[in-house]
């Protein structure tokens, strides 16, 4: 890594560095599963019942239907950032704003109440992607985890209103599973180098690491690794214009700096590290990104640290991604 800097005003940076990089995630491979009846999402505390149609999803956590080319996402996060998330579904006005910074726009806001009496908010609405209107809807839960379930499918496919409710309704929540668990549910392997220690495995598809012993490091003060597993959207002929589009599509990393560029190995795949700093609420930071494409899928690792303990996690951070390799 270079040592210099970094921004993105989120008190819950982890989540939100996260969620950016889980963006247009949903459309990605599949398993064999049976539909239509209460199914565990694997590595997660949540279980739903999907529409008729939708499978258990191979590379995230969640559902979809490959012929309506619908999907559902969950995505875990600890539990403080239900306090955090709450206020962006709290009405129809202060979501609209909200979503709309991630190109969603919101047309109505309900309140659902789950078979295990949990009232949840449910927004709807649409996202225009790579010239496909997509169909969107969002409901936040709480429990042990904060677990926020995005639907999406385009507009032409668009399922009923009262279906859509009906599989919100039906999400239940239990006991987290252990990091091993998670782990083991994820599409790719990873290790985790010290002085990074895994902090959580978010969507199925995504893992957090932190330097230090803070698992929600609200002043981002902690060196971070987050690794996550997404779809491929847009023109992936360059590989370079699609490492720069990502990071700077990443929220806080619009105006960061690139100071180095170079073609590399990463999860066995010909790929391409980033290195450059960027300004994190004041705070001067420096990045790494590593980022390979195959197969309509982006893996991407993302690293950040303060300019001052840059040489404490350097080498690690390399090491973590040297160790990133898919399953078979």
């Given at each position: 890594?270079?040592?210099?800097g ?43 019942t999907?529409p ?23 995505s ?12 962006l ?25 789950t ?7 449910l ?15 969002i ?13 999406q499918?385009?507009q ?5 209103p009262?279906?859509?409710k009906?599989?919100f ?29 895994i ?35 847009g023109?992936m ?20 700096e690139?100071t ?11 790929g ?21 494409v ?16 840059a ?18």
């Amino acid at each position: 890594m270079n040592k210099s800097g970094g921004a993105e005003p989120l008190k819950l940076r982890s989540i939100g560095l996260v969620s950016c990089m889980l963006i247009g995630l949903c459309l990605s491979g599949l398993q064999h599963a049976k539909a239509a009846e209460p199914t565990a999402v694997p590595g997660t505390t949540v279980t739903m019942t999907p529409p008729e149609g939708f499978v258990a999803a191979a590379d995230f956590a969640g559902f979809m239907d490959i012929e309506k080319q619908g999907s559902f996402l969950v995505s875990e996060m600890p539990g403080p950032a239900l306090v955090q998330l709450s206020p962006l579904f709290a009405d129809e006005n202060r979501a609209a704003k909200s979503f709309a910074t991630k190109g969603i726009t919101i047309t109505g806001r309900e309140e659902i109440e789950t078979a295990a009496g949990e009232t949840v908010p449910l927004l709807h609405g649409t996202q225009a992607i790579n010239g496909v209107v997509l169909d969107k809807w969002i409901a936040l839960y709480g429990g042990e985890k904060t677990v926020m379930i995005t639907f999406q499918i385009p507009q032409e496919n668009a399922l009923e209103p009262q279906t859509m409710k009906a599989a919100f309704v039906s999400v239940s929540t239990g006991v987290a599973p252990a990091i091993d668990d998670k782990l083991s549910a994820l599409p790719f392997e990873i290790e985790a180098i010290e002085p990074f220690r895994i902090v959580d495995v978010l969507g199925g598809a995504s893992v957090l690491m932190m330097a230090g012993d803070k698992d929600v490091d609200p002043q981002g003060l902690q060196p971070m690794v987050v690794v996550a597993l997404s779809q491929a959207n847009g023109d992936m002929s360059n590989l370079a214009a699609v490492a720069e589009r990502s990071l700077r599509e990443t929220a806080g990393f619009k105006a960061a700096e690139i100071t180095a560029k170079e073609v590399t190995a990463f999860a066995g795949m010909d790929g391409l590290v980033l290195q450059g700093t960027y300004e994190d609420d004041g705070i001067k930071k420096n990045f790494v990104q590593y980022i390979a494409v195959e197969d309509g899928r982006a893996l991407r690792l993302v690293g950040t640290v303060v300019v001052e303990r840059a040489d404490e996690v350097e080498d690690a951070i390399d090491e973590v991604a040297a160790s990133v390799a898919f399953r078979d």
